[in-house]
T-cell receptor
Framework: EAGVTQFPSHSVIEKGQTVTLRCDPI?????LYWYRRVMGKEIKFLLH????????ESGMPNNRFLAERTGGTYSTLKVQPAELEDSGVYFC??????????????FGQGTRLTVV | TQLLEQSPQFLSIQEGENLTVYCNSS?????LQWYRQEPGEGPVLLVT?????EVKKLKRLTFQFGDARKDSSLHITAAQPGDTGLYLC?????????FGAGTTVTVRA
């Protein structure tokens, strides 16, 4: 079974540019999450999709970040325009729908974003 | 903000020794999970504990959830070089995970 897949694995962009990160969750997982770790900090929650609906986006830093999950399958996270402080590793995770198992997240390898 | 504090931050031991990593919080969580992360990869789930006082064993790894569901520990017996990695605890509430900063474990051969 394929795991959570993220593209690209690395991205280096200039301040002010736009970047779109993609996540393909494990097939059949209704829950999809975005997390990120900025330098020297712990991994922090960004948002949670249930199928195509945003369940919780309380961790999104500001309106420069836009996440979508078309058709409840893959998800994209767009940063526009990127700022230096957006640099970090962005993780996507997915989990089954319900119960404690729903909180057991399977993580992708992450996208390392560097804004210069 | 729910904050999980892990200690120690770094741990270097000789192969065959035992080690314990601690995860403490002032918040109550419905579940507590331990992950291990290798460089360039995402965190990999090791175990989930949900009941206060619960103890789970996974080969040489023993995980314990505190009675009040605020803290947890990970104990590795007879550590091996393959146990080297970043160990993360994460508290779960409403499908949202709050992570600790992690403990970097190095096991020397």
């Amino acid at each position: 079974e394929a795991g959570v897949t993220q593209f690209p694995s690395h991205s280096v962009i200039e301040k002010g540019q736009t970047v779109t990160l993609r996540c393909d969750p494990i097939s059949g997982h209704d829950n999809l999450y975005w997390y990120r770790r900025v330098m020297g900090k712990e991994i922090k929650f960004l948002l949670h999709f249930v199928k195509e609906s945003k369940q919780d986006e309380s961790g999104m830093p500001n309106n420069r970040f836009l996440a979508e999950r078309t058709g409840g399958t893959y998800s994209t996270l767009k940063v526009q325009p990127a700022e230096l402080e957006d640099s970090g590793v962005y993780f996507c995770a997915s989990s089954p729908w319900d119960g404690i198992e729903g909180t057991e997240a399977f993580f992708g390898q992450g996208t390392r974003l560097t804004v210069v | 903000t729910q904050l999980l504090e892990q200690s120690p931050q770094f741990l270097s031991i000789q192969e065959g020794e035992n080690l314990t990593v601690y995860c403490n919080s002032s918040s109550v969580f419905s579940s507590l999970q331990w992950y291990r992360q290798e460089p360039g990869e995402g965190p990999v789930l090791l175990v989930t504990v949900v009941t206060g006082g619960e103890v789970k064993k996974l080969k040489r790894l023993t995980f314990q959830f505190g009675d009040a569901r605020k803290d947890s520990s990970l104990h590795i017996t007879a550590a091996q070089p393959g146990d080297t990695g970043l160990y993360l605890c994460a508290g779960g509430n409403d499908y949202k995970l709050s992570f600790g900063a992690g403990t970097t474990v190095t096991v020397r051969a």
